[in-house]
């Protein structure tokens, strides 16, 4: 599943208005379809550590490199190419309250420029595999929050990212919906091979799911455990509906190449 390193920082330190470091001499290589949890303490750093991938924040220090491109003194258009490659969930959702689902999920794909008809394929077949195909009419405001996050979700599978970043994402979701939502970024990782960085600091879910951590604390970065998505059994773990099957994930990724290729 892992491939050519995807991510990669050396001696990178940041910080905010020229303050004291948040992070201090980060580096290390994250591989493609890797799969990672990010901790630490309230203010440690994950956050920063996100945005910086994301090239929402720039480092004071220190060089960034994505997909094998250097990050330092890139364009404007070079960082959006870049983000065309990932997407961030958030654990606010951020989903846009007078949009139906629908729109909320096509978004990324108008913005793009892709067509109504395929667009409607697309969004239809993802809505089905997180389990909210009924609800394409509905308004955010009318959902659960487990639903909503499941939406953010929906947004950011259709763009079929090589990294997702998701920051805190089952912060407000109960036992239930926060295993709900694991299933659905493991087997986006399994299937896509998309490179996932989940910021939590829920010890329980850090427990339950043996992914490698990585953990921020005192402005350092260090590594610790094995394994990935495709070692873990997941199925013990779901306490309610399933997505649709795995091939009909595979599906969604080969409407999304075509889409891509025409």
């Not at 208005?17 to 948040?22: E, I, K, L, W």
């Amino acid at each position: 599943m892992e491939g050519k390193t995807t991510i990669s920082f050396a001696n990178v330190c940041a910080n905010y208005d020229g303050r004291h470091d948040v992070l201090t001499d980060v580096s290390f290589n994250i591989s493609g379809g890797a799969f990672y949890f990010l901790t630490g303490p309230s203010g440690a750093g994950k956050t920063t550590l996100l945005r910086l991938i994301y090239q929402l924040h720039k480092p004071s220090n220190g060089s960034i490199k994505l997909f094998g491109q250097d990050c330092d003194n890139i364009s404007h258009d070079e960082i959006s190419q870049l983000r065309h490659k990932m997407a961030i969930v958030f654990q606010e959702y951020s989903l846009i309250s007078h949009m139906t689902v629908f729109d909320n999920v096509a978004l990324p794909l108008r913005v793009r420029g892709f067509s109504n008809d395929k667009i409607k394929k697309l969004v239809t077949k993802t809505l089905e595999w997180v389990g909210l195909g009924k609800y394409a009419d509905t308004y955010p405001m009318e959902l659960s929050g487990g639903q909503q996050q499941r939406v953010s979700v929906a947004r950011a599978i259709i763009i079929q990212p090589s990294i997702l970043l998701a920051d805190e994402p089952t912060g407000n979701l109960d036992d239930e919906n926060a295993s709900r939502l694991m299933e659905l970024f493991i087997q986006m990782n399994k299937t896509f091979g998309t490179t996932i960085i989940l910021a939590t600091h829920n010890k329980k879910l850090l427990d339950t799911y043996h992914f490698p951590v990585i953990m921020i604390e005192n402005h350092h970065v260090a590594f610790s455990g094995t394994g990935n998505a495709s070692d873990f059994d997941i199925s013990r773990k779901w306490k309610g509906p399933k997505p649709q099957s795995q091939n009909d994930f595979m599906e969604i990724s080969k409407q999304f190449e075509n889409i891509g290729n025409s």
